[in-house]
């Protein structure tokens, strides 16, 4: 049974460049959540999304921003116009009952 | 009011030893209090949870004790080994809020052999 799925892991943009980051969750869970991991810090939730819906964005940034899940294939979270601020650990997190979280192993986004 | 207050920042553990992680909420909605153990370049992975209507929980050599009245909760790790070294976080989360989790700050344990 694997685990939640994400890449890459690591990406480097530089500013103003997309970044896209991908989240595959568990097998036989719809319930996905977003967090970001800035260094020597812990996690801040951005964005919960079951499939095709945005359920609570929060935490998310109004602007560059956005989130989605689709029918199928994985979560996508798309950073545009990044900027060296959006340098941080993205780890998303999968569940069957929006109570146990399992995490990913994170994508590290360094923007020069 | 939706933070959670992690102490201490980091702990250092002779091997054997008892270590001890404390936090403490504000949101008595909260309903959930996970605490994950996140090794440097690995993602967060779930150690033990409570729920409040229980006051101690315990897996191994991991224990949870709860207190709902003063509203914080420990993480109790027996027989600290070595490879227990990592950092370990705490959260909270209430099913109202779609169980988003909010964290502590954090806690960097060494376990020194």
């Known amino acids: 049974n694997a685990g939640v799925m994400q890449n890459p892991r690591h990406l480097v943009r530089r500013r103003g460049q997309e970044a896209r980051l991908r989240c595959s969750p568990m097998?036989?869970?719809?319930?996905v959540y977003w967090y970001r991991q800035l260094p020597e810090e812990g996690l801040k939730f951005m964005v919960y999304?079951?499939?095709?819906?945005?359920?609570?964005e929060s935490g998310m940034p109004k602007e560059r921003f956005s989130a989605e899940f689709p029918k199928e294939g994985p979560s996508i979270l798309r950073i545009q116009q990044v900027v060296r601020g959006d340098s941080a650990a993205y780890f998303c997190?999968?569940?069957?009952?929006?109570?146990?979280?399992?995490f990913g192993p994170g994508t590290r986004l360094l923007v020069l | 009011q939706q933070q959670v207050k992690q102490s201490p920042q980091s702990l250092i553990v002779q091997k054997g030893g008892i270590s001890i992680i404390n936090c403490a909420y504000e949101?008595?909605?909260?309903?959930?209090f996970p605490w994950y153990q996140q090794f440097p370049g690995k993602g967060p992975a779930l150690l033990i949870a409570i729920r409040p209507d229980v006051s101690e929980k315990k897996e191994g050599r991991f224990t949870i004790s709860f207190n709902k009245s003063a509203k914080q909760f420990s993480l109790h790790i027996m027989d600290s080994q070595p490879g227990d070294s990592a950092t370990y976080f705490c959260?909270?989360?209430?099913?109202?809020?779609?169980?988003?989790?909010?964290f502590g700050q954090g806690t960097i344990l060494t376990v020194h052999p």
């Open positions: 999304l079951q499939k095709e819906n945005i359920i609570d």
């Open positions: 997190a999968s569940s069957s009952s929006q109570e146990t979280q399992y």
């Open positions: 959260a909270a989360s209430q099913v109202t809020s779609y169980g988003k989790l909010t």
């Open positions: 097998k036989g869970h719809s319930h």
């Open positions: 949101n008595t909605a909260f309903d959930y």
